[in-house]
């Protein structure tokens, strides 16, 4: 019954990898959204869609890509991973035309070493 | 640019004590306001969402109130219990569909 549900939970993997990270909600939000949480635990906004298509891409590393094959799902793909790219990355919903609130993922700590 | 300030950044206080957490932006066309909680190592708990036509919104111990004119909310937390101690979060939607500014958190610690 996880409204919003991030896989995997925890992930540790060398630099220079190819990792992906899956989000899917069953809340039937339009909206979707990558967050990036540092180690000074700071939450900035990395992408955004809207209906499958790309609203918010904020200046990220093109190493970082986000994928939305329909609304219930948004995956962000991180090619050449840098030990930078270490934080935790939260997924998140919400459903636009009815002023609700964001729905946050438990988040994926992701390690890279 | 929408900024968001929290002040205090961190907050201790013995059990049982009322504590207000407050939350500053900078721009007051917003379409909502959203406070959230964070235990560590969690994700981010929806406490409270307050849309711009309001002034607070209450749940349990919690109220938080809304002035768009000076870019203020406040949570106010009742009777304070240990298992507040986490970090609190406010959000403020841009737009409609765009996205959040968040702010950087207050750090609560009630201590029994």
């Known amino acids: 019954d996880t409204a919003v549900s991030q896989t995997p939970k925890y992930l540790v993997t060398q630099m220079g990898n190819d990792k992906s990270i899956k989000c899917e909600q069953n809340l039937g939000h339009d909206t979707m959204y990558w967050y990036k949480q540092d180690s000074k635990k700071f939450l900035k906004i990395m992408f955004s869609y809207n209906n499958k298509e790309l609203i918010i891409n904020e200046t990220v590393p093109n190493r970082f890509s986000p994928k939305s094959p329909d609304k219930a799902h948004l995956n962000l793909h991180i090619n050449s991973l840098e030990l930078g790219d270490s934080a935790v990355y939260f997924c998140?919903?919400?459903?636009?035309?009815?002023?609700?609130?964001?729905?946050f993922g438990s988040g994926t700590r992701l390690t890279v070493v | 640019k929408q900024e968001v300030t929290q002040i205090p950044a961190a907050l201790s206080v013995p059990e049982g004590e009322n504590l207000v957490l407050n939350c500053s932006f900078t721009?007051?066309?917003?379409?909502?306001l959203q406070w959230f909680r964070q235990d560590p190592g969690k994700g981010l708990t929806s406490l409270l969402l307050i849309q711009s036509s309001q002034r607070e919104q209450t749940s349990g111990r919690l109220n938080a109130s809304l002035d768009k004119s000076s870019g203020r909310s406040t949570l106010y937390i009742a009777a304070s219990q240990p298992g507040d101690s986490a970090t609190y979060l406010c959000?403020?939607?841009?737009?409609?569909?765009?996205?959040?500014?968040f702010g950087d958190g207050t750090t609560l610690t009630v201590k029994p």
């Open positions: 959000a403020v939607p841009n737009t409609n569909a765009g996205k959040s500014t």
């Open positions: 998140a919903s919400r459903r636009t035309d009815s002023g609700t609130g964001y729905t």
């Open positions: 721009d007051s066309a917003i379409y909502n």
